[in-house]
């Protein structure tokens, strides 16, 4: 039941991440990836919030699985972020590409830090 439960999740998270990079592309007319980023961003804030709640107690392991495995690894993307990066670099966008590269890194461990402090609290 888990596995079904697991590939259902990440399936969701897919879809999920379909719909928030669509939305945000649809707002913000520019070639850098906002999408991607939010994407990863709170992803890595809610797999965050899954492990400090694991962590005190107030999830269980079968939870965190289909949550933090299934649907956050569905959802968040280091693939795509890894081609936008690049493709702003082949564009000649070297400052851009960094940016993102660096940015997402940083914005994303800040999150999950916080998401796990967050979470240790519930």
Not at 44 to 73: K, M, R, Y
Not at 98 to 103: C, D, I, Q, R
């Amino acid at each position: 039941m888990t596995v079904l439960l697991l590939a259902l999740a990440g399936g969701l998270g897919a879809a999920a991440r379909f719909v928030v990079d669509g939305l945000v592309r649809g707002q913000v007319r520019t070639s850098f990836p906002w999408g991607t980023v939010l994407v990863n961003v709170s992803g890595s804030l809610l797999l965050g919030v899954l492990t400090g709640a694991a962590a005190a107690g107030a999830i269980g392991p079968t939870a965190l699985v289909v949550a933090g495995t299934g649907f956050c690894g569905g959802f968040t993307t280091f693939s795509t972020a890894t081609v936008e990066t690049v493709r702003l670099a082949q564009d000649g966008e070297v400052r851009r590409a960094m940016l993102n590269a660096a940015g997402t890194l940083a914005a994303c461990v800040a999150a999950a830090a916080a998401g796990v402090a967050l979470g240790a609290s519930l």
